[in-house]
C-alpha cells in the first residue's frame, strides 16, 4: 500500500471520528445550558426588587392608616348619634314631667313657704293629690315602666330589698307585709328593687 493511499485511510478516520464527536459536543452543550444553576441576579435587579417591595409595603400602611381613620370617624359618630338619641329621649321624658310638677304648684300655691299648712278644702286637696298621682302613674306607664308585685306577694330577692321581718296577723309567713319604696321594671330589666317588710307570720 502505497503512502498515498495509507494518508488518504487516515484522513477518512479522522473525518469519521469528528462526525461522532460531534453530536456528543452539541448534547453536551444543550445538557450545559439546561441544567446549569441560574447565574446570580445583578445589584441592578436586587435593588430594582427592593424597590418593588418597598412600593407594596408604602401601600399596606396607607390602606391601614385608611382603615384606622374610617374606623375612628365610625365610633365617634356613633358615639355622636348615641348621644343626641339619649338627649332626646330624656327630653320627651322630661316634658310629660312638667304638667304634673303644674298640678302640684297650683295644689300648694295658698300653701306659705314655711311652717305648717291646713288647706282650707282638705277633701278636694286629697282628690287633688289622688289626680297627680294617677297622672304621673299614667306617664311612667307610657315609658314602658310597671310597677312590682310588693304588698302580698311571696318575697323574691330578685324583685325585693327585705329591711326587716316581723309578724303579721294575716299575711303569711315569707310575704311582703308592707312597702317601703316600690320597685319597677321596663321589661325584663329591674330599675329599682322593691323594698319591703316580709311578715314571718302571726304572732304566737
Do not use: C
Request: no cysteine; glycine share 6%; hydrophobic share 40%.
Amino acid at each position: 500500500m502505497s503512502d498515498e493511499t495509507i494518508k488518504s485511510a487516515a484522513e477518512l478516520a479522522a473525518e469519521r471520528a469528528a462526525q461522532v464527536q460531534e453530536p456528543e459536543t452539541a448534547a453536551t452543550s444543550e445538557g450545559t445550558a439546561s441544567g446549569a444553576p441560574p447565574k446570580d441576579p445583578t445589584i441592578a435587579e436586587l435593588q430594582q426588587r427592593i424597590a418593588s417591595l418597598n412600593e407594596e409595603l408604602e401601600a399596606a400602611k396607607d390602606k391601614a392608616v385608611r382603615l384606622v381613620a374610617e374606623f375612628d370617624n365610625f365610633r365617634k359618630r356613633n358615639a355622636r348619634d348615641y348621644a343626641e338619641t339619649l338627649e332626646a329621649a330624656q327630653g320627651k321624658a322630661y316634658s310629660s314631667l312638667f304638667p304634673v310638677v303644674d298640678n302640684f304648684e297650683r295644689a300648694f300655691q295658698d300653701a306659705p313657704a314655711e311652717g305648717d299648712w291646713t288647706p282650707a278644702d282638705p277633701a278636694g286637696f286629697a282628690k287633688g293629690m289622688r289626680l297627680i298621682r294617677e297622672q304621673l302613674r299614667k306617664i311612667l306607664s307610657d315609658a314602658g315602666l310597671e310597677e312590682l308585685p310588693a304588698e302580698g306577694a311571696a318575697f323574691d330577692p330578685n324583685l325585693h330589698d327585705a329591711l326587716t321581718q316581723m309578724p303579721h296577723p294575716t299575711v303569711p309567713a315569707d310575704h311582703v307585709a308592707s312597702i317601703h319604696a316600690r320597685g319597677w321594671k321596663k321589661g325584663d330589666k329591674i330599675l329599682r328593687h322593691a323594698q319591703v317588710i316580709v311578715s314571718s307570720g302571726p304572732a304566737a
